[in-house]
């Protein structure tokens, strides 16, 4: 029951923190398309780490600096819109899947294109 009360509050932040993230001003946040890809909070609701995940080119400390700077501001904003006992510290982390997916996908059509150059010959 306590896990399915924490993954509708991970749901609940991810939504809110998206929408919170289209209203930052901070210029090192708009480097590429930035997304939150999930939420994992911890059973104590005092942390959250937040994945994201950024298409396009990007200066990973600025980036870093500018997630860090704006989090208070972000843990001030989730404590006025969700009704939490605790509202918690976030954590920021790099979500590297999209990356990953992207190269597979191009090691598979490599592949595809190699074998069919061998079925031609």
């Known amino acids: 029951m306590a896990s399915n009360r924490i993954s509708r509050i991970d749901e609940d932040l991810q939504r809110e923190l998206s929408a919170l993230m289209r209203r930052a001003k901070d210029p090192r946040l708009q480097q590429g398309l930035f997304t939150i890809t999930g939420v994992e909070t911890t059973g104590d609701l005092r942390y959250a780490k937040v994945y994201y995940s950024v298409l396009g080119e990007v200066d990973e400390k600025e980036l870093r600096r500018g997630l860090k700077s704006i989090a208070p501001w972000l843990r001030r904003e989730l404590g006025s819109v ?17 990356e990953r997916g992207q190269r597979l996908s191009e090691v598979f059509r490599d592949l595809e294109r190699k074998n069919g150059e061998d079925a031609d010959q």
């Open 82 to 98: 969700l009704t939490l006992r605790y509202t918690p510290e976030l954590l920021f982390e790099r979500d590297l899947s999209m």
